[in-house]
């Protein structure tokens, strides 16, 4: 994130999209853009980007660019979806940049095999090729094709061209079941979504998504039921039939259906969850509850966000949080409770915030999208520490809610967890008083507060992220061989300097994990 020009937010971006100015220079024409030609628009003054087969001219844009010019410009005159993907792949371009579209890559040649295709190792797969790797071989050669992909990650040979799902059916039940042949499947790995005659159920397989999506034959009640064998990696997706009838077939299949792709080559799927409460933190600062819909099965693992989106003065805006618990638990003798029905939210309030404006202006029983969750942080990371410690700048804390909770409630091999929490008041603390409670009741737990901007009475310590201070809290104090990890999350530039001084103070890379959209 670079600091903008004024008049450059997003809210600016999004009047002048509805200004009526001509933002392509092409006075609303749509063309087919060949390489040479995009490769030809590679300058500040005048930058065309190619994504997903779409060709946009996004020189008025660059100024408003949240990640600053020259990230932009890293893939002026060429094809920026793998780069897009990388940095923010949520981002809705499709909505952000619909006036600068100037239009599709002309037909080329060869199609496909450009991609994730890999012949070296196991297993074959029937699969839809996704949109992005058949780009730029012909307009009708832009949606996905039924091709044959081979999956180095996956088993044997004896699976080739298998499905991985059936279904079977009594009077009242239709029961969906997916063989994922992976041993550890759990409830964070499977997300179902069953709306309006439409299921939707995604296995997450490591890095990889396994979808059945169908149109189902007839209707089925609201609520669905998802079994999970963990130790063989079977799981039942059960569906109250409405009438009392003998389905010929379970429907009609989507795009995408009975496909293995890559994770990040799945689109985001959203579902409109209730806002049922909200109930003030800090002076600017909720916590927002949502309900996820009946047919809905998702839980949020531990240290992943979720998107949410909102439709603002008619462009879609999406932007990233991360769920907490409704409060902090401090006894740790039950295992965590989760309902599987709310999603908790901490959300700092801008008085100047598109989104956050916009969330706080939402009404009881009014809807928000929520997309499925996203995150590169694995409970792993965490599992087989002794001593964890946590860096979080104002809202930065909302990963470490969970994170705390499973480590005191999940890790044995676990000594000592510590909190460093930099505000700039006394007032922006998030749950202070909870936390307080925790230092005194579990002894593994130590929490600091560090402010920015303290008032004359604040007794504590004061300051930002430095050197200094990251000695004098973090330094290896522990036996030399022992298994620390230190998260960070907060500002960028929190988090990008607290990584550099850990380095510095002789943390591995491997000892780090830095919370990033
Ligand atoms: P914008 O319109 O983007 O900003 C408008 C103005 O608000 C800015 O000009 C500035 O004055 C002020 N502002 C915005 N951001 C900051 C900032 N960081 N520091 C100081 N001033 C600022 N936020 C939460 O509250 N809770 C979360 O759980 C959470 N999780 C996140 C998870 C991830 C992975 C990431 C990347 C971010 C997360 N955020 C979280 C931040 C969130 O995504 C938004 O950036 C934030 O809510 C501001 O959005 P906005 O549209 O209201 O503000
Ligand atoms: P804030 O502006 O209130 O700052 C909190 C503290 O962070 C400050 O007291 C200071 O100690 C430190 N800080 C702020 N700016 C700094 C800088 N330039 N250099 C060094 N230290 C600095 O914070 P906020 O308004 O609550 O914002 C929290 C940030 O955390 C947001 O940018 C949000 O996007 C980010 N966040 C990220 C994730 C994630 O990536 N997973 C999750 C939640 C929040």
């Known amino acids: 994130q670079v600091p903008l020009k004024p008049g450059r937010s997003l809210m600016d971006w999004i009047r002048l999209t509805k200004s009526g100015k001509d933002l392509t220079g092409l006075k609303g024409r749509l063309i087919e853009v060949t390489e040479d030609e995009l490769a030809k628009h590679n300058k500040k003054e005048d930058c065309w980007i190619c994504i997903r087969g779409f060709v946009y001219n996004v020189t008025p844009y660059m100024e408003y660019h949240p990640g600053g010019e020259d990230e932009l410009m890293k893939a002026a005159g060429t094809d920026g979806t793998d780069l ?64 044959l992909v081979v999956f180095s990650k996956l088993l044997s040979l004896d699976v080739l061209l298998q499905k991985y799902y059936d279904w079977f059916q009594t009077d009242s039940l239709i029961t969906v079941v997916i063989y994922t042949k992976q041993k550890d499947v759990n409830a964070e790995l499977v997300i179902v979504d069953c709306q309006d005659k439409r299921l939707r159920g995604e296995i997450i397989m490591d890095d990889y998504s396994y979808l059945v999506e169908v149109d189902l034959d007839h209707a089925v009640s609201e609520d669905v039921t998802v079994n999970i064998a963990e130790k063989v990696g079977k799981v039942e997706i059960i569906l109250k039939k409405k009438d009392d009838i003998h389905w010929k077939m379970l429907g009609q299949p989507c795009e995408g259906h009975n496909t293995l792709i890559k994770r990040t080559d799945r689109g985001l799927f959203y579902r409109k969850c209730k806002l049922v409460s909200k109930t003030e933190v800090t002076h600017d600062t909720k916590l927002f509850c949502l309900m996820l819909p009946k047919g809905t099965h998702l839980r949020v693992p531990t240290g992943q966000h979720v998107y949410l989106k909102q439709i603002i003065t008619g462009t879609e805006v999406v932007k990233p949080y991360t769920p907490v618990l409704p409060f902090l638990p401090l006894d740790f003798q039950e295992p965590p409770h989760h309902d599987g029905v709310h999603i908790y939210l901490m959300i700092k309030i801008y008085s100047c915030g598109l989104f956050t ?53 999940e890790v044995s091999s676990l000594r000592t967890v510590k909190l460093i929490f930099f505000n700039k008041t006394e007032d922006d603390i998030l749950w202070r008083n909870q936390l307080e409670q925790l230092a005194l009741k579990d002894e593994r737990f130590e929490v600091q507060f560090i402010l920015s901007q303290p008032t004359k009475d604040w007794v504590g310590r004061q300051g930002k992220i430095s050197s200094s201070l990251l000695s004098e809290f973090v330094k290896r104090r522990s036996r030399k061989d022992s298994k620390v990890l230190v998260c960070i999350c907060g500002p960028t530039p929190f988090t990008e300097q607290g990584v550099q001084y850990l380095k510095d103070l002789g943390y591995s890379q491997e000892e780090i994990h830095a919370f990033t959209a």
């Open 357 to 409: 404006q916009a969330l706080d202006h939402l009404q009881i029983e009014d809807y928000i999208s929520v997309s499925n969750p996203e995150g590169n942080f694995k409970k792993s990371q965490v599992q087989t520490s002794e001593d964890l410690i946590l860096l979080a700048g104002g809202t930065g804390f909302t990963p470490m809610v969970k994170l705390l909770n499973f480590a005191l409630a």
């Open 84 to 147: 897009f993907d990388q940095v923010h792949r949520w981002v809705n371009y499709e909505s952000m940049l619909k006036e600068c579209l100037v239009g599709r890559m002309a037909v080329k040649p060869i199609a496909a095999a450009k991609g994730d295709i890999y012949f070296n190792d196991c297993l074959l797969f029937v699969g839809m090729l996704p949109e992005k790797n058949v780009l730029a071989s012909s307009t009708k050669d832009l949606t996905p094709r039924l091709i």
